[in-house]
């Protein structure tokens, strides 16, 4: 078992930056992936940004040059630096951590005012 704990979201100005950080304990060993994914309201949620174990990055299109993945393998944790932000942006944000199956974290708000 993983368990995955969100941190870092908040509200912020268009043009602004977050980083949002996700804390993995437990069975950790076993991750391969971490991603970021987001789900605005009355929309799916999507995949933001994934890291493997080996430094591998994937990208949504919306985010390229502006969010930035990352992994800290020695803390088990996993940041999401977001900057000019927009308020397309807006979202929940979720944490997920792919093994053998895929975990989900409980979810951070990130709120983009105009």
């Known amino acids: 078992q993983v368990q995955l704990v969100e941190s870092g979201g908040g509200l912020v100005q268009a043009g602004g930056s977050l980083r949002l950080s996700c804390a993995a304990s437990?069975?950790?060993?076993?991750?391969?992936?971490m991603a970021w994914y987001r789900q605005a309201p009355g929309k799916q949620r999507e995949l933001v940004a994934q890291i493997t174990t080996g430094g591998g990055t994937y990208y949504a299109d919306s985010v390229k040059g502006r969010f930035t993945i990352s992994r800290d393998n020695g803390k088990s944790t996993a940041y999401l630096q977001m900057n000019s932000l927009k308020p397309d942006d807006a979202a929940v944000y979720y944490c997920?951590?792919?093994?053998?199956?895929?975990?989900w974290g409980k979810g951070t708000q990130v709120t983009v005012s105009s």
């Open positions: 997920n951590a792919k093994s053998y199956r895929s975990y």
């Open positions: 437990g069975s950790i060993s076993s991750i391969n992936v």
